[in-house]
Every structure is written in C-alpha cells, then in structure tokens.
C-alpha cells in the first residue's frame, strides 16, 4: 500500500515543498507553511482513508452557453466616476477590494459613496476597524453628510460583524475599513497576519454570496506597492479597485485592476479638496489647467483611457550631465519606453543623448500606459534638446516602432474630437490614421517616420535661436507673472 505523502503549502505565496521548513523559500516569508493533503491522487486531493470506498459522485445537470440568464443586477453608487471604473456600479453579492497608500482618501470616497446611497433609501452600513465611531462621525458631518442615514460601527470581529448583519433587512452595501484590521475565531493567528486576513476575507466573501449584500473591502498597500496581505485576497474578491494618487498633486486617480464584472481600463478621477473628494468628469480639463505655454519640452499628448479621451501634457528635460553614466528618470511613464525611444532618435534620428541626463514627467500625476504617447514624448525630448518650443495649439499621438516608423493608435477620432472640444487647432499623428476621420475639425500633420518630425522640431529651434534668447525668456517670465496676477 503507498504511503500517504504531505505537502506544506505556503500560505502567503502558495507555494508547495516537500517539507516543512521555518521560511518559505519561494517568497521569504516566515512561519507560513501548512501542512495539506498532496495532490497524487486528483484534483480532489487527499486520497480516501484505509478501509473506506470511495464516495460515488453525485451526478448534475450540464448548462448550454446560452439560455435565460438574470442580468447582475447592479446598484448605482451615486459617484458617476466611481460607478463608471466599477462598470456601472456595484454588482449584488460582489465582494470590491479597494487597495490604496495610507492617507489616499479610502475612508473619504467610500463614506461618500455609502452616504450618498443610503440618502437614495438603501440599507448601507459602514463599519471602521481602524477609526471610533466618533471618528468616521465626525469625517461625516466636515464632509456635510452628518444627515445620511449611513449605519456605522467600530468592530473587528468577523463572527460578531456577519452576524449583526444577518439580523434585519440585509443591506446593500457593506463597507468594511480596512480587512487588515479584522480577524475571526476559526485562525488563531494574531490580526493583520495574512491568514488571518484570508480567512476574515473568506468569511466575509461567504456573507456577500449567501446575502446577496455588495461588500467593499479597503485594503492598504504596502511599501512596495503590493497589496499587503499581500496578494492573497486579490484572487478571492470579485473586483480590485486602485486608489492611486501622488502626494503633491489632489488629484486622486481609481483604476480597475482586476473586474469579473466589468472593463479594466476605464479610470475614474478625482480632486481631493478640503470638502472631502470631488469629481472629475472632465479630466483633460485639469490635466492641461496649468500648462507652462511657450516653454521648449512640452507636448500634449491626446491619449484615451478606457473610453474616455484624457488630454495630459508631457514634460522633458534634456540637460548635459556631469556623471559618468546619463540619469534617466521617468515619472507617470514606463523606463523601458523611454530607453526605447531615446535609442530610436538616436539610431534613426541622428540624435545623440547620450551625454545628457533626460527627465520625463507626466503632468498631474496621470500614469500613462499606452504606446500612443511615444510620439509625444518624441517631440517633448526634442524640444528640450534643440530649445524649441513646440506650437501651443497642437496634439501629438502615435506609436514609435523599433525601425522609426510611426504607427498608428486606435480612437484616432475621439482623440481628435476631444482636442477640438479643448481649442487645440492641430494635430501631429501618423500618416496611416489621416483617413480615419471624415471632419477632423483641426488642421492635421501626418508624420509616417520620426526622423521627419525630428527635422520639423529642430528647424523650429534653429528659427527662435535666431531671435534674442533673453528677449524670449522676458516674454516668457512676463506671461508668467501676467497669469499669476490674473490668479490672484
Ligand atoms: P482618508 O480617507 O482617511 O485616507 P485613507 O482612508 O486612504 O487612509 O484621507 C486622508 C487624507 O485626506 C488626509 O491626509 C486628509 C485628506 N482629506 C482632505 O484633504 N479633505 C477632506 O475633506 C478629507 C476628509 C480628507
Ligand atoms: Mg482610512
């Protein structure tokens, strides 16, 4: 007869060894493995105990694809930005985990969102493990909603929490601040432990399923930007929410990362402002609200997130540097992009940095994703290289191959229709997208090669050069003060 053999099954990262050991080697972390029946035997795990036949199974129906199927019955949040990264609100029985830094504004969007659906009438309950009563109180009335019949509670335990909830009405949204707080009776591992985090979460989940109540759970990030806990609850909730934001900036970006309900791409904006979080409905707006015009190193870049067209500016700097080794360093976009299109200028373009630093920042602390920015960011480095500023009143979109061809990007037109909607008069894309919009309302340039652009930019400069560079930066300081007294 063959020996029952044992696997020890991390229970941070989920990896298996062959025996126990103080420190999981897949993931570094301490005392988490578990001893758990091996799978030689089938999915099912565990073979049957001596003596024992194995139990026959039970026999079910087998569904066709199609057939009447009830529509996830979705609740409106009341918070259109937030409604719209959910993909159309919250989904009954669904369990959202809204991951975020410390101090982003979780408790604020949330007791805005449970506030404002318990005005419209529904049950909504709001229960702080970190904050008292008091607290979340007196959050609540700063925020002006001290009158919504929100239902709040300081609680940490699990049993006690599903177990209030299962008396009356079941409400429909429950909002538990934060699952590193909680803990349950089944594990006896101290709060905050990932398995005491995952089987809070179970239970939690369990409720949401046989309730039908939608469930946020709010989880911290920790340093290194993992959700802590750390990714164990991610694969067990039905949507992950990200709470991202810079510190400097008040603009506050949602982004879905994972959605059994919904797209992934769409980002809901956000301004936090002394009265709590304010919506964004119109992005671009913002983003370009404080663009230093005339400045050689900008460009507008026309992107879309989800279905929404958000224009943000582009900034870079090319300075010689004093090191050894250039620095290069990049914020809202990705390094390897930029290590990618810097060696395209200098390969197809004649265009050498490699004695200069380079910075790259996306203005208002957006983080850009997308390849169509690369033909911004193009123009941006160069602009800075060269001295000459790029024209004030133009978008720039479009993908940058590895041979210096230019690509083109999809939602050509609501780029361009978003561009118009903002005043800009022209746009620099690639020749392949000219035909994709029949009324484009803006003057359009087609690029099919960088190097062509490159040319443009450069005879720009070789033109403003000309004229007297102090006289340019008078002009420029004196706009400057010129708007500020107009702010003020
Ligand atoms: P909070 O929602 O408590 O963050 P989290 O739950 O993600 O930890 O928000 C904390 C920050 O938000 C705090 O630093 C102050 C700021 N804030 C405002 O600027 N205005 C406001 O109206 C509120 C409520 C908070
Ligand atoms: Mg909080």
């Known amino acids: 007869m ?78 259109a930005e937030l409604d719209r990264v959910t993909g159309g609100g919250f989904v009954r029985g669904s369990v959202l985990l809204m991951a975020g830094d410390p101090g982003i504004g979780k408790s604020t969007l949330l007791i805005q969102a449970a506030a404002s659906l318990a005005r419209l009438g529904h049950r909504a309950v709001y229960i702080s493990g970190e904050e008292a009563v008091a607290q979340v109180r007196l959050r609540a009335e700063r925020l002006g909603l001290g009158s919504a019949p929100v239902e709040l509670a300081a609680e940490t335990s699990v049993e006690d929490i599903v177990a209030t909830l299962s008396e009356g009405s079941t409400p429909r949204l429950v909002i538990i601040d934060s699952i590193q707080t909680m803990w349950t009776d089944l594990v006896d591992s101290a709060p905050g432990t990932v398995t005491q985090v995952r089987g809070s979460a179970q239970a939690l989940i369990r409720y949401a399923k046989n309730s039908g109540a939608a469930v946020i759970l709010v989880g911290h990030v920790t340093k290194d930007g993992q959700i802590a806990g750390p990714r164990v609850v991610e694969h067990m909730v039905d949507a992950v929410l990200s709470f991202e934001g810079d510190g400097r900036h008040q603009f506050r970006i949602l982004r879905a990362v994972k959605n059994r309900f919904g797209p992934t791409d769409e980002i809901g904006v956000f301004e936090m402002t002394g009265l709590g979080l304010r919506q964004v409905a119109n992005p671009s707006e913002l983003f370009l609200s404080e663009r230093d015009l005339g400045s050689p190193g900008t460009a507008v870049f026309a992107g879309v997130e989800g279905t929404r067209p958000v224009l943000v500016e582009i900034q870079a700097l090319v300075a010689p540097t004093t090191l050894g080794t250039p620095r290069r360093a990049v914020v809202g976009w990705d390094g390897s992009r930029l290590s990618m299109v810097l060696a395209v200028l200098q390969a197809h373009c004649g265009v050498n940095l490699g004695g200069h630093d380079v910075y790259l920042n996306v203005a208002g602390g957006l983080r850009i994703a997308e390849p169509a920015a690369d033909l911004a960011a193009a123009a941006a480095l160069v602009s800075s290289l060269t001295n000459a500023p790029l024209p004030a009143d133009a978008v720039y979109f479009g993908e940058v191959s590895l041979s210096g061809a230019v690509r083109p990007v999809a939602q050509t037109a609501a780029r361009l229709k978003e561009a118009q909607k903002l005043g800009f008069a022209r746009a620099v894309l690639p020749e392949a997208a000219r035909n994709e919009t029949a009324d484009p309302g803006l003057s359009l340039t087609t690029v099919s090669a960088l190097v062509g652009l490159v040319s443009d930019i450069a005879a720009r400069g070789e033109k403003t050069s000309r004229n007297q560079p102090a006289e340019r930066f008078r002009n420029h300081s004196g706009d400057r003060r010129a708007r500020e007294a107009q702010v003020a």
């Open 2 to 79: 063959s020996r029952r053999t044992l696997t020890y099954v991390c229970q941070n990262c989920g990896a298996a060894s062959a025996r126990w050991q103080g420190k999981c080697e897949a993931c570094g972390e301490w005392n988490c493995l578990v001893e758990e029946g091996d799978g030689t035997s089938g999915v099912a795990g565990r073979p049957p105990a001596p003596g024992r036949s194995p139990r026959k199974g039970r026999r079910f129906a087998l569904q066709p694809l199609t057939g009447e199927n009830q529509e996830a019955p979705r609740l409106s949040s009341g918070v």
